[in-house]
């Protein structure tokens, strides 16, 4: 069996005779099986991606009726009434079932990521890109999650072109590139390393005049036609080419250099496509950083920290040590700068340490430092009234906002002003992080109506500006209502429930962000048993991650081991001001309530206070343990027994 969707969907047998796949729908529902790359995708997920406006009322029936139907055409020489082996029934959906090397999709991605590593990989790669019929997925037109998988794979395949030209290039075996480099620079005329390659090609064949007429036309499009500025790259090349030198490798590939600001520019694009292109970006960035300080020009380095205004979310830092590193970089500047710089430079330096500040794991002096800056940068910002940089100044405030319990309403005022400059100026990055700003703080306050809005508005906007981290999200958020609701006459069952969180958790896991995975599963399956009053997931294999310190006298407790338990409840630090306080504050409360702890419980009740109405860890968007107000008030009795 091998399916195709580098072009349109199709399979084949074993003998190369193909697999009649049925309608358009059959094609779909086996092309968004093939996307989830063997993960179980559930019954309503399909739903929702195939009928994205109203699915009609027995959309659950004919799904399945278009899973049996691709079930016999897959394999036709099935006993009935026996499972399938290839598309199979897991939990509440559905899981393609076949190795890597039978779907066309997978052996493309897996050739690139060896060939990322590897330079002899080229010709491996060439049959890979041979393999494209056209766009993925080409005749599943109108749906949101194709679309997605269009935009990120033709990133991959444009990575591919020019990394299998590097690679041939510095072999010294560029003769045949020519004809194809052109076609690609056609088609991305934005990426200025498919203008140096071409030229390099044209400069191996002995082509030099043409060479250098590529490098003018480069700098032509790039600078009048897209507003961009040439890159060092570029610029060296042609100086190489001029004075009848080698000209070397030019290339955004792992390993080498790029001139301080082509890297930020491109680390700013990957860090929207999630996965590997996120975690690459956060250390070209800080490459890109290192190079511009040691060049002793103050407004370029200036420029290079502060042009990387991707918006953020979360709280925690998925590279603590590279966040960190460029906060400080930022306050050298700064200080260096003095209190003369440009203003629009000084409103850059000040937001980047509010953003890169990621509240959680900050001491007392850093967190004061970072609120400054915030404070600073949004009042700089409103004299400048750029409404690019004020959302950027916005996003450092709103990830300072975290300083106490409560603090959900105010959240949403910064989130609302942020889409509404996001929407008014066209800056759909911004539009969607104020729509998911919006999403956290509805989540908080339980108005899942609200939120549900703001999530389905933040996929349509990046279905359209290229943020496939987005559903990732969204999917968490479905799952938080699930469990919402699981407690509701006629709700979802627990463990449906669980098994959608456990499919949002799947998803998360390759996105480049640990600092928002890493026990964030644990926490959602914990909240879920408290909601319906059982004890604490004792699955060994899951790691609780920054959150054990909180969640472990539970754990404890309901092992049956109470003097462990009450230890580890003394040695548990306050929760730090993140996302997760509120839920964190709640289990704390649980276990000072059920160890008889009055001082600890009356802390706990305390810091609760303000955050009564809200809902303990629907801040994040993502998980729920019920209402704060349950817990408090248990803390509150328990505190005034003494």
Same mark, same amino acid.
């Given at each position: 069996?091998?399916?195709?969707?580098?072009?349109?969907?199709?399979?084949?047998?074993?003998?190369?005779?193909?697999?009649?796949?049925?309608?358009?729908?059959?094609?779909?529902?086996?092309?968004? %099986?093939?996307?989830?790359?063997?993960?179980?995708?559930?019954?309503?997920? #399909?739903?929702?991606?195939?009928?994205?406006?109203?699915?009609?009322?027995?959309?659950?029936?004919?799904?399945?009726?278009?899973?049996?139907?691709?079930?016999?055409?897959?394999?036709?020489?099935?006993?009935?009434?026996?499972?399938?082996?290839?598309?199979? =029934?897991?939990?509440?959906?559905?899981?393609?079932?076949?190795?890597?090397?039978? *779907?066309?999709?997978?052996?493309?991605?897996?050739?690139?990521?060896?060939?990322?590593?590897?330079?002899?990989?080229?010709?491996?790669?060439?049959?890979?890109?041979?393999?494209?019929?056209?766009?993925?997925?080409?005749?599943?037109?109108?749906?949101?999650?194709?679309?997605?998988?269009?935009?990120?794979?033709?990133?991959?395949? /444009?990575?591919?072109?020019?990394?299998?030209?590097?690679?041939?290039?510095?072999?010294?075996? $560029?003769?045949?590139?020519?004809? !194809?480099?052109?076609?690609?620079?056609? $088609?991305?005329?934005?990426?200025?390393?498919?203008?140096?390659?071409?030229?390099?090609?044209?400069?191996? =064949?002995?082509?030099?005049?043409?060479?250098?007429?590529?490098?003018?036309?480069?700098?032509?499009?790039?600078?009048?036609?897209?507003?961009?500025?040439?890159?060092?790259?570029?610029?060296?090349?042609?100086?190489?080419?001029? $004075?009848?030198?080698?000209?070397?490798?030019?290339?955004?590939?792992?390993?080498?250099?790029? &001139?301080?600001?082509?890297?930020?520019?491109?680390?700013?694009?990957?860090?929207?496509?999630? &996965?590997?292109?996120?975690?690459?970006?956060?250390?070209?960035?800080?490459?890109?950083?290192?190079?511009?300080?040691?060049?002793?020009?103050?407004?370029?380095?200036?420029?290079?920290?502060?042009?990387?205004? *991707?918006?953020?979310?979360?709280?925690?830092?998925?590279?603590?040590?590279?966040?960190?590193?460029?906060?400080?970089?930022?306050?050298?500047?700064?200080?260096?700068?003095?209190?003369?710089?440009?203003?629009?430079?000084?409103?850059?330096?000040?937001?980047?340490?509010?953003?890169?500040?990621?509240? @959680?794991?900050?001491?007392?002096?850093?967190?004061?430092?970072?609120?400054?800056?915030?404070?600073?940068?949004?009042?700089?910002?409103?004299?400048?009234?750029?409404?690019?940089?004020?959302?950027?100044?916005?996003?450092?405030?709103?990830?300072?906002?975290?300083?106490?319990?409560? %603090?959900?309403?105010?959240?949403?005022?910064? &989130?609302?002003?942020?889409?509404?400059? /996001?929407?008014?100026?066209?800056?759909?990055?911004?539009?969607?992080?104020?729509?998911?700003?919006?999403?956290?703080?509805?989540? @908080?306050?339980?108005?899942?109506?609200?939120?549900?809005?703001?999530?389905?508005?933040?996929?349509?906007?990046?279905?359209?500006?290229?943020?496939?981290?987005?559903?990732?999200?969204?999917?968490?958020?479905?799952?938080?209502?699930?469990?919402?609701?699981?407690?509701?006459?006629? &709700?979802?069952?627990?463990?449906?429930?669980?098994?959608?969180?456990?499919?949002?958790?799947?998803?998360?896991?390759?996105?480049?962000?640990?600092?928002?995975?890493?026990?964030?599963?644990?926490?959602?399956?914990?909240? #879920?048993?408290?909601?319906?009053?059982?004890?604490?997931?004792?699955?060994?294999?899951?790691?609780?991650?920054?959150?054990?310190?909180?969640?472990?006298?539970?754990?404890?407790?309901?092992?049956?081991?109470?003097?462990?338990?009450?230890?580890?409840?003394?040695?548990?630090?306050?929760?730090?001001? !993140?996302?997760?306080?509120?839920?964190?504050?709640?289990?704390?409360?649980?276990?000072?309530?059920?160890?008889?702890?009055?001082?600890? /419980?009356?802390?706990?009740?305390?810091?609760?206070?303000?955050?009564?109405?809200?809902?303990?860890?629907?801040?994040?968007?993502?998980?729920?343990?019920?209402?704060?107000?349950?817990?408090?008030?248990? /803390?509150?009795?328990?505190?005034?027994?003494?």
């Amino acid at each position: 069996m091998r399916i195709d969707v580098l072009g349109a969907v199709r399979a084949f047998r074993d003998d190369g005779s193909p697999v009649p796949l049925g309608g358009p729908r059959h094609r779909e529902v086996l092309g968004r %099986l093939v996307a989830a790359e063997g993960r179980m995708v559930t019954t309503e997920t #399909l739903v929702d991606d195939l009928w994205a406006d109203q699915p009609p009322a027995r959309a659950v029936g004919a799904l399945r009726t278009f899973v049996a139907a691709l079930r016999r055409a897959l394999e036709p020489g099935r006993p009935p009434r026996t499972p399938s082996g290839v598309l199979v =029934t897991e939990g509440p959906g559905y899981a393609l079932r076949l190795p890597r090397e039978d *779907v066309d999709v997978h052996r493309f991605q897996d050739v690139l990521a060896r060939a990322r590593r590897t330079p002899g990989e080229v010709a491996a790669l060439g049959e890979a890109l041979a393999a494209w019929r056209g766009p993925a997925y080409a005749d599943v037109t109108g749906s949101a999650w194709a679309e997605r998988e269009r935009v990120r794979l033709e990133e991959l395949r /444009a990575e591919a072109v020019e990394l299998r030209a590097r690679h041939l290039l510095d072999r010294g075996e $560029g003769s045949g590139l020519v004809t !194809d480099l052109r076609e690609h620079v056609a $088609g991305h005329p934005w990426r200025e390393p498919a203008w140096t390659l071409l030229a390099r090609a044209l400069h191996h =064949t002995g082509r030099r005049a043409d060479a250098l007429d590529t490098l003018r036309r480069a700098r032509t499009t790039l600078t009048d036609q897209l507003g961009l500025d040439p890159g060092a790259d570029l610029l060296r090349l042609e100086t190489d080419i001029l $004075g009848g030198a080698a000209p070397s490798a030019t290339w955004t590939g792992p390993g080498v250099p790029l &001139g301080p600001r082509t890297t930020v520019d491109l680390a700013r694009t990957l860090a929207l496509a999630g &996965g590997d292109a996120l975690v690459r970006s956060r250390s070209d960035r800080l490459a890109a950083i290192t190079a511009a300080e040691r060049t002793g020009d103050l407004a370029l380095t200036a420029r290079i920290i502060g042009a990387y205004d *991707v918006p953020a979310l979360w709280s925690r830092a998925d590279d603590p040590a590279q966040s960190r590193a460029v906060v400080e970089a930022a306050v050298r500047t700064l200080a260096a700068l003095g209190p003369h710089a440009d203003a629009d430079l000084t409103v850059r330096l000040l937001a980047t340490v509010a953003v890169e500040s990621r509240s @959680a794991g900050l001491t007392p002096a850093e967190r004061d430092r970072a609120r400054d800056a915030a404070r600073r940068a949004e009042a700089l910002a409103r004299d400048l009234g750029d409404p690019a940089l004020l959302a950027f100044a916005l996003n450092g405030v709103f990830l300072q906002s975290f300083t106490r319990p409560g %603090l959900a309403a105010a959240r949403d005022r910064t &989130g609302a002003e942020i889409l509404d400059l /996001a929407t008014a100026h066209d800056l759909p990055a911004f539009a969607v992080l104020g729509r998911l700003v919006r999403l956290q703080s509805a989540s @908080a306050l339980g108005d899942l109506d609200t939120a549900s809005a703001h999530a389905e508005a933040a996929e349509r906007l990046a279905a359209a500006t290229e943020a496939p981290l987005v559903p990732l999200l969204t999917a968490w958020f479905r799952a938080r209502v699930a469990a919402a609701r699981s407690t509701e006459p006629g &709700g979802p069952s627990p463990a449906t429930v669980a098994a959608h969180y456990r499919t949002a958790d799947a998803a998360l896991r390759t996105a480049g962000m640990p600092g928002l995975h890493r026990g964030l599963l644990p926490l959602a399956l914990l909240g #879920l048993r408290l909601l319906h009053g059982r004890p604490a997931p004792a699955d060994l294999r899951l790691d609780w991650g920054p959150y054990r310190p909180w969640t472990e006298p539970l754990l404890l407790l309901d092992q049956g081991r109470e003097a462990q338990a009450r230890t580890a409840l003394t040695a548990a630090p306050a929760p730090p001001p !993140d996302h997760m306080q509120e839920a964190l504050w709640c289990l704390t409360a649980r276990a000072a309530v059920r160890l008889g702890d009055r001082d600890t /419980a009356a802390r706990a009740a305390t810091a609760l206070r303000d955050a009564r109405t809200e809902h303990a860890g629907a801040a994040s968007g993502l998980l729920t343990l019920g209402p704060v107000a349950t817990y408090q008030e248990e /803390a509150g009795k328990c505190a005034d027994t003494r």
